[in-house]
């Protein structure tokens, strides 16, 4: 009994002087809840997966509250919004292609919530869906047929619907670019021009500057990106703050201006940037962290935007909202895509359809 006892107090002795298990270095960091601080109300613009492979379009409200606004039968990835400048209408792009069949429009009228589709112009390939400052929808498309072109002289037109239609001297790989007006469920050709002939064509029409919003617009939102200097104080200093970023992505830091002060991101090199994660802004105490409450994947990608007193950074499925004065997190979002701002109806002023340009 007395061995037996000793054996024992052995073995709690030798326990008890064990260190814990260390936790599994592949196991991911739980989140730690943060309680949101109250903001003005602000409505998002949101796109949610629905089986078995359409989406949603959803406007979010900062009090919880959602509306469903259409459900389209085309996958998420790639949709494309347009407003008119009232507000009160919306198109829903389906860029289509070979894999997923003809391109398709959505018009939604956002205050019946009746929504009808649209088989997109045939006569070529559409590079743009807008509206004018009527309110009527308008699609840009790059001609793909075959033309008949013809020299006079030392000038070169095209013969095109029984037209001459003239091919600038600057243009050597010339086509055609339509504009077509949806018209009673039809869509009436109203403009025609000779231009390049590449995937920007379409741009070149008098029309794409008569758009109030289109689905290649700019978001107003989007904030000013400048990649800082490999050898910079700031890219140094992230350098040393960021042992690890998660990933090996080439690329280097880049400043995010906001009214409270800069957002430091990772940025993807090439034609192409785009910021992801690491992301980190100063806090009180003037060092550098992550946003409270941000937690993305380590590859995703962030889409930095602010209105007002709001900061939004949007991942691929997550948006998150911030208090910028006191750089607090005041909403969280999950299980959505391609998050912006809700626009505010805007005056009747084209503002233009330009290839996508800031953030990408």
Known sequence: MVRASCLVSAVLLV?????????????????????PVK????????????????????????????RALVTVDAACEGLQLAWSA?????????????????????????????????????EGLTGAVGFDSVGRLVALVAHTGDLVRRAEGSKEFFLFDGRRIPIPETEEGAGLAHAF???????????????????????????????VSSTVSGDP???AVQPLDEGSQDAARLDAVVAHRGHDVFGGWARVETRSGPLFSWQTAGELTTLMMPVRWEVDDGHLAEPQGLSLP??????????????????????????????????SFDG????????AASPLVPHGATAASGQQ
């Open 39 to 66: 903001v003005a109300p602000f409505s998002l613009s949101v796109l949610q997966d629905a089986a078995p492979s359409g989406c949603t379009w959803l406007r979010l409200e900062s009090d919880g509250r959602r």
């Open 298 to 331: 380590a590859q995703s990608p962030v889409h930095a935007m602010a209105r007002g007193d709001l900061l939004l950074l949007a991942g691929t499925m997550q948006a998150r909202v911030y208090d910028l004065g006191s750089k607090r997190l005041a909403a």
């Open 15 to 35: 326990s008890a002087c064990q260190k814990p298990p260390e936790p599994s270095a592949t196991e991911p960091t739980p989140p730690v809840a943060v309680a």
């Open 221 to 223: 939102d989007a904030l």
């Open 86 to 122: 009232d507000g009160r209408h919306a198109a829903v792009r389906d860029p289509g292609g070979s894999a997923r069949g003809p391109g398709r429009v959505w018009t939604v009228d956002l205050t019946s919530g009746l929504a009808s589709a649209q088989l997109l112009p045939e």
């Open 336 to 343: 959505f895509r391609d998050a912006r701002f809700w626009p």
């Open 181 to 211: 007006r949806l018209e009673a469920g039809v869509w009436k050709r109203t403009e025609t021009v000779a231009t390049r002939d590449d995937a920007d064509a379409v741009f070149a029409l008098t029309t794409a500057e008569m758009l």
